[in-house]
């Protein structure tokens, strides 16, 4: 009897040393990133352009994929959706190839979205593309393999938010409508997320990074950060954790992210929150839509996409641009198009834009700057002026010359200022951009 509860006892202490040893070793509640990790983060500044990807069962409805929220659908008849969902089309290859047309660096997909859906291959739950649809591939696997292949990183969005799990209880501010009994074991949720992590940092080789979303829906919840990002960091100390909560970042973060709007602006309402000491990064549409929307055809111009990347860039932060893909797997043709005609643009055009830093002049409504080593990139998007003038650099400026044609461009430089002569504005060129070269001695200082 004794001996019962002795060994009881060393049992007992023995798990409990496990737990805390493999919470001390993978929860971060102060961080410092690897070598690999600011590398990473090197990288994906240089990298300024990214492909997004909304996909999952939502899109057979054409309707975005907030469909089954908006439309308030309770989670049997959301689930009829599975069984249909067979995407002929899908070609990974493809995929990664207009991708990399376009000049995108890396594609950040969704893995799951907030129906809870997994599109990839998970013992965590049956609710996945495997075992629900007669498709049964793990696309996020064909995804990963052929971004591998042809050298385009591979991140994975990861809703936080579940309108279909058991135990994500108590609700937040969404899902009330999915039809779930009001119970739920919260801390089961947050193993369930960390084991699907798990998978995904282990079974898909090299992985860029997690683009966390909907951690929104339950602002004041017990998320237990530091535990999720330790095991991500621990199983791939350079992935990039991209956290979408609309707030100041947490430790463990390696990304300041910005929804629809460039880093210091909040048009879209969502962002609020002052900018960090972290890579930048923003994301938006080529229409108006994440998902497949079937009647938005609000598409947005390839001048005002190229706009939109170039004030990016300016503002020190790279833009995710965002694709939804049709049921059927493909893209839509008004977004190919586009991204054919943004990868032209950067091949002529692409040495203002990658590897660069914002540069030394703020932005401004006629434009932004970007740097790299001893060239400033002046990008004029917006003015039929006859010239524009910024602060005065901190660098002599050697030369200055339109980046199109290497034509000289007459400039100035006095107390007040920098002062360049424009050529006649040519409703042809998105981006005029001039290229001003420094004294390498000095090289200029970012705008922030
Ligand atoms: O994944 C994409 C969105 O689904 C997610 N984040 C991006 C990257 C997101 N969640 N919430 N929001 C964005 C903002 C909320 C927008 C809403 Fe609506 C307005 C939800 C309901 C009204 C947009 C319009 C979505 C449905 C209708």
């Given at each position: ?42 990288w994906?500044q240089d990298a300024k352009f ?50 990399k047309?376009a000049g995108m660096k ?200 190229v706009?939109?990347l170039v004030r990016a860039a300016g503002?020190n932060?790279n833009l ?22 943004i990868g032209k643009w950067l091949q002529q055009y692409g040495d203002s834009i990658y590897g660069t830093r914002g540069g030394p ?6 434009g932004v700057s970007t740097y790299k080593g001893d060239r400033v990139f002046v990008h004029v998007l ?17 030369s200055a010359s339109l980046l199109r044609d290497g034509r000289?461009i ?19 060129v998105f981006d005029e951009v001039i290229v001003l070269n420094v004294?390498a001695?000095?090289p200029p200082?970012?705008?922030?």
């Open positions: 009897m004794k001996l019962a509860a002795h060994r009881t006892l060393t049992i007992f202490l023995t798990t409990l040393a496990l737990i805390l040893f493999s919470e001390l070793a993978y929860s971060q509640p102060s961080y410092t990133p690897s070598q690999s990790n600011l590398e990473a983060r090197k994906f990214g492909m997004f990807l909304h996909w999952g069962i939502y899109s057979e409805l054409g309707d975005g994929e907030w469909v089954m929220e908006v439309r308030h659908m309770a989670g049997s008849d959301y689930q009829k959706l599975a069984p249909q969902f067979y995407p002929v089309k899908f070609d990974p290859k493809q995929w990664v190839a207009v991708a047309a890396y594609i950040t997909v969704t893995t799951r979205h907030h129906d809870g859906f997994s599109m990839f291959d998970t013992k965590q739950s049956d609710w996945n593309i495997v075992q629900r649809t007669p498709y049964g591939k793990d696309a996020i696997r064909m995804l990963a393999d052929e971004c591998h292949k042809q050298g385009i990183r591979i991140f994975f969005y990861y809703s936080q938010l579940d309108w279909h799990h058991p135990d994500y209880y108590p609700l937040g501010s969404t899902g009330w409508g999915a039809g779930r009994e009001r119970k739920g074991d919260w801390n089961r949720y947050l193993d369930f997320m960390n084991g699907q992590l798990t998978e995904l940092f282990s079974n898909y080789g090299e992985v860029g990074g997690v683009w966390f979303d909907g951690m929104w829906d339950k602002p004041d919840a017990d998320w237990q950060l530091s535990k999720t990002y330790g095991v991500i960091h621990h199983l791939q100390p350079q992935a990039l954790i991209v956290a979408n909560h609309h707030k100041r970042p947490n430790p463990g973060e390696d990304v300041q992210t910005f929804e629809r709007d460039l880093p210091g602006e909040n048009k879209a309402g969502l962002s609020g929150q002052s900018v960090a000491d972290l890579p930048l990064e923003s994301s938006d549409t080529i229409n108006g839509s994440w998902g497949y929307n079937l009647t938005d055809n609000k598409f947005k111009t390839t001048r005002e996409l706009h939109y503002r932060a995710l641009l965002n694709v939804g893909p049709m049921p059927n797997g493909e893209f839509p043709p008004e977004a190919v198009s586009r991204l054919q005609e002049a703020p932005p401004a409504s006629w917006d003015t039929d002026g006859p010239s524009i003038a910024l602060p005065k650099p901190s660098a002599k400026v050697l000289k007459e400039f100035a430089v006095s107390e007040f200022g920098l002062l360049l002569k424009l050529p006649p504005s040519d409703p042809n004294e001695a000095s200082k970012p705008s922030r």
